[in-house]
């Protein structure tokens, strides 16, 4: 099982960051909420469309772990879904 939430998650935190910074440049609370808004849709539009379109650069190959039949980095030791080592 891959993690794709704490990604979003982090991204959302970057532009919500980056939404509250925009309060120094005197936009209203309304504006800051719709930039946070608008940020996040564009992201996870790109983000849907590059995983659809398999785009995301795999840094590693992955391997099938035998007790769990799910996918794990073939560098590790252990599976990173049930722990069982490789």
């Known amino acids: 099982m891959r993690l794709e939430w ?5 991204t959302a ?5 980056f939404a ?5 440049l005197s936009l209203g609370t309304g ?6 808004v608008l940020l ?5 539009w790109v983000a849907w469309v590059m995983i ?7 840094l590693h190959a992955y391997i099938t772990c035998s007790m769990c039949s799910d996918l794990t980095p073939s560098q590790g030791k252990h599976c990173m879904n049930c722990g069982a080592d490789l």
């Open 20 to 24: 509250l910074s925009a309060q120094f």
């Open 52 to 58: 659809k379109q398999k785009a995301v650069l795999e």
């Open 6 to 10: 704490p990604v979003y998650a982090f």
């Open 13 to 17: 935190g970057v532009f919500f960051s």
């Open 31 to 36: 504006a800051v909420v719709g930039l946070f």
């Open 40 to 44: 996040t849709i564009a992201y996870a």
